[in-house]
């Protein structure tokens, strides 16, 4: 693994156990969860929708909480965070529609042979090629990629011994990165899951975890809102 690799997978780690900006509670007067009729997913989950950038809706579990982060220091483009009831979460980030030929470190763009119409291409973000994809709705093309990382090694510090000391059966974590690029309203769609899953192996075997809930029913569910 290069070095830049390896950089970019501590981030990823880090990320996952502390929120990307300073969140702030929405305004009463402005609130992002939309008043719609609960309903039953095909697993009986009661869902509601979540309204994102006043562009899309997405359906979550009635159990979680939404929290958008406003731009900061640190990043210029919204972030929603969405927590689970045992405190688990995963942010969906609102970037702007760029093409790039390669990646550029900080962005989340498309490649141009994939804004060209080949899925097959590649999208860059968060320091990662993604390349495997899978299709939701709208006809829109998921990129995705999942990284597995030794938390024996990555929890070293220069005062403790390395590896660290850690239960063998949560050794690896594991990182989703999902992306939608959507051209017609100018959006790439990142929702990030750091953190997702953790197990004995250093191996992905599919979807796990929060990862899991991802994959099948909250991006599958995404929409573009109606005026």
Same mark, same amino acid.
């Given at each position: 693994?290069?070095?830049?690799?390896?950089?970019?997978?501590?981030?990823?780690?880090?990320?996952?156990?502390?929120?990307?900006?300073?969140?702030?509670?929405?305004?009463?007067?402005?609130?992002?969860?939309?008043?719609?009729?609960?309903?039953?997913?095909?697993?009986?989950?009661?869902?509601?929708?979540?309204?994102?950038?006043?562009?899309?809706?997405?359906?979550?579990?009635?159990?979680?909480?939404?929290?958008?982060?406003?731009?900061?220091?640190?990043?210029?483009?919204?972030?929603?965070?969405?927590?689970?009831?045992?405190?688990? =979460?995963? @942010?969906?980030? *609102?970037?702007?529609?760029? /093409?790039? +030929?390669? &990646?550029?470190?900080?962005? $989340?763009?498309?490649?141009?042979?994939?804004?060209?119409?080949?899925?097959?291409?590649?999208?860059?973000?968060?320091?990662?090629?993604?390349?495997?994809?899978?299709?939701? =709705?709208? @006809?829109?093309? *998921?990129?995705?990629?999942? /990284?597995? +990382?030794? &938390?024996?090694?990555?929890? $070293?510090?220069?005062?403790?011994?390395?590896?660290?000391?850690?239960?063998?059966?949560?050794?690896?974590?594991?990182?989703?990165?999902?992306?939608?690029?959507?051209?017609?309203?100018?959006?790439?769609?990142?929702?990030?899951?750091?953190?997702?899953?953790?197990?004995?192996?250093?191996?992905?075997?599919?979807?796990?975890?929060?990862?899991?809930?991802?994959?099948?029913?909250?991006?599958?569910?995404?929409?573009?809102?109606?005026?």
């Amino acid at each position: 693994m290069n070095k830049t690799l390896t950089i970019l997978i501590i981030a990823l780690i880090i990320n996952a156990c502390a929120p990307l900006v300073t969140a702030v509670p929405v305004p009463a007067a402005a609130p992002i969860e939309i008043a719609f009729p609960t309903s039953a997913s095909p697993s009986n989950t009661i869902v509601k929708k979540v309204l994102i950038a006043d562009k899309y809706l997405i359906e979550i579990p009635e159990d979680f909480t939404v929290h958008e982060n406003i731009s900061s220091s640190t990043t210029t483009v919204p972030i929603y965070r969405i927590e689970e009831s045992n405190g688990a =979460s995963f @942010d969906i980030i *609102v970037h702007p529609y760029l /093409v790039s +030929s390669s &990646l550029i470190p900080g962005k $989340c763009v498309v490649s141009t042979d994939f804004d060209a119409g080949a899925t097959p291409a590649p999208i860059f973000c968060e320091g990662l090629e993604l390349i495997n994809l899978f299709t939701i =709705s709208e @006809d829109w093309t *998921v990129k995705y990629r999942g /990284v597995i +990382s030794d &938390l024996s090694l990555l929890l $070293c510090t220069a005062n403790s011994p390395c590896p660290v000391e850690v239960p063998s059966e949560t050794r690896y974590s594991t990182t989703y990165v999902f992306v939608v690029a959507d051209k017609s309203l100018s959006t790439i769609l990142e929702f990030y899951v750091g953190d997702a899953f953790r197990s004995p192996s250093n191996e992905i075997d599919g979807f796990e975890g929060l990862g899991s809930v991802l994959h099948d029913s909250i991006i599958p569910s995404l929409s573009i809102r109606n005026p």
